[in-house]
């Protein structure tokens, strides 16, 4: 199996100028916890500066991430931070992305922890590789270090000196443990960092290059298609392979339980072949849940955690209360799943575009009965997931069907409605707000619960693969888990952060799952942030004051006010005109209280007689701390934007007695071009020497938000319940 | 064996005529712009031009298609010299995840070579078939305003 050595030969390195130890080519955690200061970012559980950054003896830098490219434009900035530390041209730095023969062990991409973790770690790591050359060149001309500079590669000295890196770098200089600090290059001197640099990966996506794992072919690759039950939970009763089997082409029908797939030589009749044997498959399906899914989680029983009990003089004045509920959500992967993978000489490799590819390692190898340092698992993008959808299960699925069809590579590709009816849904949830003003219009009191269930079923486990659950000796899944604060799952941006003096606020976690569930961008922020920002609004209206004035006479936080000020000043919100059937809407929220400020304004016009929503201007002002690429922020938070859009105003997954029913985009519609906003201006707060925050998940609560208070503006209704449809809004209007 | 005439280039592929276009630019032609969505017409992400026209390549049998001028994405240019629609889409930053790009372009040059001035609400409903899951939108009328700008409509 290719390693780290063999891919640094390959790539043209002439000689490798420092030896690697085996501690090095064991990328897990090998970390000095426990030992020391703790170390930034990933540095921490990765702390050797070689797991990171590689220089050859002739200059080519590679740099190393464990995080994976999804869309998000993380490959970019990540090459930013790294070209700006090393003091080189951003062109001068090749990056590697998440694969377990190669690159640091960081998890999953998620969380939009990316720049935290990785950002932070090679932003430390760069700046100690240029403090170790700068000492190297130092000790070589006896100089001292501070009066020698780094730049473009070089090292030059007092008397004009000159070594490039590739010179400096001896022995074992950069196999050396990270330190707490390095001396960064500071944010006035950034000549890369904080600049809007273009991303590197766009021009093959505009061209036909080879961008995506479905994009791979292998030499000798042959093509396969899995059957899959109506949805989860669904089991083979009985199943007619003859005709499929005869069919040209069809090289295997794997049969393992209830997990079937056909392999063949061509695409096309991988599917005719697929479509045959579905046609003759009986399956088994549990009942679904009752159409009132709320009532039903409900019944289910939860257990019960106080994440916030603050006590005081409280209660007392004008009171409220308010229930809101989100349905679930499709992650909805413009393109189907996809993954490709080779069993040859007892070693199985996988490309895949999931979110972590040593979890998905550890899962594959639990599912195929290998040891995991058999197995490798790399990261090639797809089609963007918005977190954990389908990718996981092909690359499952894949590893699957390679083991029992060795030495060709093969491609594994979803069908749409497989796609719609299996990945792992974005959870149904609940919640309940209640308050009390005081006399002068200020919150005295707060209470919220929120239910839900677990917001990850992510692998690390055969049982969370699809492919797990469907062999005919199962993998059990591990038990739910709700993901603890202060990051929190279903209670993500439950603990308000407005200063209250008087608050109590319950966790609800229901472990029962009546459909498959797992984690969608922002989790359960979406709907924490959308009831929070709703309710504010409604004490707002209460107060008989301003919803931006409001929120800011209960922010404490200078950089949430300055956001919820730009946000208004931006949309101008004070010198806003009313006209009939038009609403303006407000909301903020530090996503998971700690990580990225973030405030949207927008306004709406209202069509009574369509019950139709149409989003106009829409501002959003974001502090992601620095800011490494500007557009990348705002590229994210246009997108979150519109897609919460789409979440709250149409969507939510269906079903009837025996089965998932939204099973393609007739019947699980998403946003359209005609609906989607006039415009969206992003103005990024930049924090120039602050840690890096993350953008991904900052604007899905505050854009539903927004747009259900930019409703209640527009037409005096305040909808709590998600989705907005016309049908509901029409309705409403009626009664 | 099916004759197809692809970004000006003949090519003879043998497989099933039942072949959609899709499968047989992607696999036997080595062609990844367009891209398997839904198998549906619902999602535009396969979208390409035959004889102008913007079609699902995931719909259209391979047969239909013989002495028709298709393009795709690879027909606009490429990395190096990248055509307008191309040049457009980068200098925009019009992509997330970019899976449903090379649709969204193929769909705004039909449009574009028939009404090179089309406005902007026209634009809108001109990409109505295409959907964009990471909320791009924005970016991508920009783009193909941009677009209209470097062929020289505007």
């Known amino acids: ?144 270090p501070g009066d020698l500079s780094a730049r473009d590669g070089f090292v030059t000295g007092p008397g004009a000196q000159r070594l490039g890196y590739g010179d400096l770098v001896a022995g074992q200089s950069l196999h050396v443990q990270a330190k707490p600090q390095s001396p960064l290059v500071p944010a006035s001197a950034h000549r890369v960092m904080g600049k809007a640099v273009a991303r590197v990966d766009i021009p093959a996506k505009v061209t036909g290059g080879e961008a995506y794992v479905h994009d791979l072919r292998l030499p000798g690759m042959v093509h396969a298609r899995v059957v899959r039950p109506p949805q989860p939970g669904a089991t083979l009763r009985s199943l007619g392979t003859a005709p499929a089997a005869a069919m040209p082409g069809v090289l295997k029908i794997v049969h393992d339980g209830s997990f079937v797939a056909v392999v063949a030589e061509k695409e096309f009749q991988a599917v005719q072949a697929m479509r045959a044997l579905q046609d003759r498959a009986q399956w088994d399906s549990p009942p679904m849940p009752p159409a009132d899914i709320h009532a039903h989680l409900a019944s289910l029983g939860s257990d019960d955690t106080v994440i916030l009990d603050r006590t005081g003089q409280g209660g007392g004045g004008t009171s409220h209360e308010a229930a809101y509920r989100r349905p679930y959500h499709l992650h909805g992967a413009i393109g189907p799943a996809c993954a490709v993978a080779l069993f040859k000489d007892g070693e199985l490799t996988v490309w895949s575009h999931a979110q972590g590819m040593f979890p998905l390692r550890d899962a594959v190898a639990e599912l195929v009965g290998l040891p995991k340092e058999k197995v490798r698992c790399i990261h090639r993008e797809g089609s963007g997931c918005y977190g954990h959808n389908g990718a996981d299960d092909a690359g499952g699925d894949a590893a699957l069907i390679a083991r029992g069809f060795p030495n060709r590579p093969v491609r594994v590709q979803w069908m749409r409605e497989q796609e719609h009816s299996w990945e792992p849904f974005g959870p149904a949830m609940y919640s309940r707000s209640r308050a009390t003003l005081d006399s002068g219009g200020n919150i005295a009191s707060w209470e919220y619960d929120v239910w839900s269930n677990t917001h990850s079923t992510r692998p690390g486990n055969a049982g969370s693969l699809a492919a797990g659950m469907l062999v005919a000796k199962p993998f059990k899944p591990p038990p739910p888990r709700p993901i603890p604060q202060p990051e929190g799952g279903g209670d993500r941006n439950a603990i308000p952060i407005y200063r209250v003096p008087v608050a109590r606020v319950t966790s609800h976690f229901i472990p029962r799952m009546p459909l498959r569930v797992s984690a969608l961008r922002a989790l359960g922020a979406y709907m924490n942030v959308f009831s929070l920002e709703s309710f504010m609004d409604e004490l707002s209206l209460l107060a008989r004051a301003d919803p931006v004035e409001f929120r800011l006479r209960h922010l404490d936080d200078p950089r949430a006010v300055d956001v919820v000020r730009s946000s208004a000043r931006g949309f101008g919100w004070d010198a806003w005109k009313r006209t009939p059937g038009h609403g303006r809407g407000f909301a903020f929220a530090r996503y998971k209280n700690l990580a990225a400020y973030c405030a949207v304004a927008m306004e709406v016009e209202v069509i009574r007689e369509s019950g139709e929503i149409r989003v106009g201007r829409v501002h959003c002002a ?47 519609p998403m946003i359209r071009f005609p609906h989607v906003p006039r415009s969206i201006d992003v103005e990024v707060l930049d924090r120039p020497g602050q840690p890096f925050l993350g953008t991904g998940e900052a604007t899905q609560g505050p854009a539903a938000a927004a747009l259900a208070n930019a409703l209640c503006d527009a037409a005096g209704v305040r909808i709590r319940d998600i989705p907005f449809t016309a049908d509901r809004l029409k309705a409403v209007f009626r009664s | 064996m099916i004759r197809l005439q692809v970004n000006g280039k003949a090519h003879e592929v043998d497989v099933d005529p039942a072949t959609p276009l899709l499968y047989v630019l992607r696999n036997e032609l080595a062609l990844n712009a367009a891209k398997f969505g839904c198998g549906l017409g619902q999602c535009g992400s396969c979208t390409v031009m035959a004889d102008g026209e913007a079609i699902y390549s995931c719909l259209t049998p391979v047969s239909a298609l013989e002495g028709r001028h298709i393009v795709t994405v690879e027909g606009l240019g490429s990395a190096e010299r990248p055509g307008p629609m191309q040049r ?67």
């Open chain 1, 1 to 144: 199996m290719p390693g780290r050595r063999e891919f640094l030969a390959g790539g043209g390195a002439l000689v490798l100028a420092f030896s690697l130890s085996p501690r090095a080519w064991a990328q897990e955690a090998h970390g000095d916890a426990g030992k020391g200061p703790k170390l930034p970012g990933s540095l921490s559980k990765t702390p050797l500066l070689d797991s990171w950054i590689r220089i050859a003896a002739d200059g080519s830098i590679t740099v190393f991430t464990g995080k994976c490219e999804l869309g998000q434009g993380v490959r970019t900035a990540l090459q930013q931070i790294a070209a700006e530390q090393l003091a080189v041209a951003f062109e001068r730095v090749a990056m590697v992305t998440a694969d377990t023969a190669l690159t640091p062990n960081e998890g999953f991409t998620s969380g939009s922890n990316s720049l935290k973790d990785s950002g932070t770690a090679i932003l430390n790591a760069a700046a100690q590789v240029r403090e170790i050359l700068l000492a190297e060149a130092a000790r070589r001309w006896n100089a001292a």
């Open chain 1, 622 to 668: 974001i502090d992601s701390g620095e800011a490494v690429n500007p557009d990348g922020i705002r590229n994210q938070a246009e997108g979150g934007v519109v897609q919460s859009l789409s979440w709250t105003l149409r969507e939510a997954v269906t079903w009837d007695e025996k089965k998932i029913t939204s099973r393609d985009w007739g019947r699980y």
């Open chain 2, 88 to 154: 457009a889409f980068i200098e925009a930053q019009a992509a997330q995840c970019g899976y449903c790009i090379p649709g969204m372009m193929m769909r705004a040059q039909a449009l574009l070579e028939k009404k090179p001035r089309a406005s902007a609400d026209e634009i809108r409903e001109a990409l109505e078939p295409n959907l964009c899951r990471c909320g791009t939108h924005m970016r991508i009328l920009r783009a193909v305003a941009r677009a209209q700008e470097l062929m020289g409509a505007k």
